[in-house]
Antibody
Framework: QVQLVESGGGVVQPGRSLRLSCVAS????????MHWVRQASGKGLEWVAV????????YYADSAKGRFTISRDNSKNTLYLQMNSLRVEDTAVYYC?????????????WGQGALVTVSS | DFQMTQSPSSLSASVGDRVTITCQAS??????LNWYQQKPGKAPKLLIY???NLETGVPSRFSGSGFGTDFTLTISSLQPEDIATYYC?????????FGQGTKLEIK
């Protein structure tokens, strides 16, 4: 069955960097647009970034633009989110999600989430 | 960005009740509206896509309707396992945007 497994979360100081990974299995990863969505504790869902099936196109939320980079390695069925210049307000659970609609975000499968805590 | 407004923000109902949650888009989004269910400590789960299509494996007591700016999620007969927070989400345009959520509790 479809599985998305995130890793790489942790506690990091403001201004530092962190890279999340999401390993996919059970579906044709290289055919799907992939997204990151985050959720601060007790808050709603906030979309972060999308990458096209072949990695040629990317789009970011304003909150992530210039600091976060989404990438993928289709040979490893893995999605990444490089987060630089982290801020306290980036503290959240980060989910990777596959999108049946590709670019636009019909999130049909989600990972279990990776907790990122930005604190001094 | 397209703003999504859900109501109510919380709801208390009894087992067997019919429950309705509404979602309004700030601009027309045609049919491009999804509903998700999120239980505490878990990832969201897709329930309804394209406003009215039931995702495979989702119980038939869930249904969705609407087009354009006004949408509805209905649970025909509330079950204890339906206790969760429900989110609508548009994907007519980037960025995809979510409603603020509706927390459903058992009375």
């Amino acid at each position: 069955q479809v599985q998305l497994v995130e890793s790489g979360g942790g506690v990091v100081q403001p201004g530092r960097s962190l890279r999340l990974s999401c390993v996919a299995s059970g579906f044709s990863f290289s055919s799907y647009g992939m997204h990151w969505v985050r959720q601060a504790s007790g808050k709603g869902l906030e979309w972060v970034a999308v990458i096209s099936y072949d990695g040629s196109n990317r789009y970011y939320a304003d909150s992530a633009k210039g600091r976060f980079t989404i990438s993928r390695d289709n040979s490893k069925n893995t999605l990444y989110l490089q987060m630089n210049s982290l801020r306290v307000e980036d503290t959240a659970v980060y989910y990777c999600a596959s999108s049946r609609s590709g670019w636009y975000g019909l999130f049909d499968n989600w990972g279990q989430g990776a907790l990122v805590t930005v604190s001094s | 960005d397209f703003q999504m407004t859900q109501s109510p923000s919380s709801l208390s109902a009894s087992v067997g009740d019919r429950v309705t949650i509404t979602c309004q888009a700030s601009q027309g989004i045609q049919k491009y509206l999804n509903w998700y269910q999120q239980k505490p400590g878990k990832a969201p789960k897709l329930l309804i896509y394209d406003a009215s299509n039931l995702e495979t494996g989702v119980p038939s007591r869930f249904s969705g309707s609407g087009f354009g700016t006004d949408f509805t999620l209905t649970i025909s007969s509330l079950q204890p396992e339906d206790i969760a927070t429900y989110y609508c989400q548009q994907y007519h345009n980037l960025p995809p945007t979510f409603g603020q959520g509706t927390k459903l509790e058992i009375k």
